[in-house]
């Protein structure tokens, strides 16, 4: 990793510099625009459901460690989840981080490309974001998924206590491996009850801001997003955000059953026939919001077992619309700063060999 220490506290004032301007900027209206990251954003990190972890916790509410092995770019991978254990009552609760936890992420993202709650300091790869607990119920709110402070708060306390670790084969040691917030410093639950609008802050993951420096964030249609109700739903529109860039009715994307369900880590039930039906309720869902016109699919069978599905995707109008805007933009940003670099690729991170 770097060479800079990183910093414990969030720093009084940082010169902005042009990459986070860049990072805030949209083509498009911002309110329902946000940017994804797309080796952070691939990992499966939120792929335990609460249902899972309730038949997977112990005697004693504790979960084991929990492994996942995936692909990212012909890269394969392997995930290390350590739960937090959050105290409830006088007992002490392992947890995942899970679908509530995956959405409170991605507001926190949004808040920090608004230049008033953010902060990026381009020499010491390092992002910082302000908020509050009443911000986010506030946009949870906006987009159909109440939660209460104490269930908000919980989540918080979830991603700055489970700890995420990521091997590349080939590689003895990992490429990364913190929590998913950092160094979160936040009111207490006395004082949020009584103001719920004090600032919080907490230092993003260097993955995220490495993207900042380097301009490897892609535009992404928040609003579409958080409207989503299928967690997978949002997993494959991410994914299509950022590899199907050609996107129209006319050039399909393909992609297997198995890809999705190794890379995912969603697709759980142990006979192939139930999680094609929870895949094609997400595609449904997707076709309903128009991000695809249609899909298709073609079975492979070994003998009367079903072997494999090869999935293909149309676009529908609004993504394709939504794509343009993104390789626009793209454009426009690496034109502005095309010798921008992270202090973490220049400084031998493990990270640039993505």
């Not at 109440?146 to 700055?160: A, F, G, K, M, V």
């Not at 026939?273 to 073609?298: F, G, Q, T, Y």
Request: proline share 4%; with cysteine.
């Amino acid at each position: 990793m770097s060479n800079v220490p990183i910093s414990k506290q969030p720093p009084n004032a940082i010169t902005q510099s042009r990459q986070y301007d860049l990072f805030a900027q949209f083509f498009g209206d911002r309110d329902e625009l946000s940017n994804s990251i797309e080796l952070w954003d691939a990992i499966p990190k939120y792929s335990v459901t609460a249902r899972r972890q309730n038949k997977l916790r112990n005697t004693e509410n504790r979960l084991p460690v929990k492994e996942h092995v995936y692909e990212y770019r012909d890269k394969n991978c392997r995930l290390e989840i350590q739960p937090a254990a959050i105290k409830i009552g006088d007992n002490f609760v392992d947890f995942y981080p899970s679908n509530d936890e995956e959405l409170i992420e991605e507001i926190i993202k949004k808040i920090f490309a608004d230049q008033h709650y953010g902060l990026h300091d381009v020499t010491r790869t390092e992002s910082w974001v302000k908020f509050s607990l009443q911000m986010i119920r506030r946009e949870l709110k906006k987009r159909g998924k109440t939660r209460s402070l104490d269930e908000i708060n919980r989540s918080i306390d979830i991603l700055s206590k489970s700890h995420i670790t990521l091997f590349v084969e080939g590689q003895k040691d990992p490429i990364y491996s913190a929590s998913i917030l950092a160094d979160v410093t936040r009111t207490n639950r006395a004082k949020y009850l009584d103001d719920s609008s004090a600032l919080s802050y907490a230092r993003l993951p260097a993955m995220i801001s490495d993207s900042v420096n380097k301009i490897t964030y892609r535009q992404l249609n928040y609003g579409i997003l958080m409207s989503l109700s299928n967690q997978l739903s949002r997993y494959i529109h991410r994914r299509l955000s950022h590899n199907y860039i050609n996107a129209s009715v006319m050039d399909p994307y393909t992609i297997l059953y198995s890809t999705l369900k190794r890379d995912s880590g969603l697709l759980n039930y142990p006979r192939i026939p139930d999680n094609l039906i929870a895949l094609e309720s997400a595609l449904d869902e997707l076709k309903e919001h128009n991000v695809l016109n249609r899909w298709s699919k073609d079975i492979r069978k070994d003998g009367r077992k079903i072997d494999d599905v090869l999935y293909t995707f149309y676009a529908g109008m609004d993504f394709t619309k939504d794509i343009k805007a993104a390789n626009s933009r793209l454009r426009k940003a690496k034109a502005t700063l095309p010798q921008s670099t992270s202090s973490l690729a220049a400084k031998g991170s493990r990270l640039a060999s993505f």
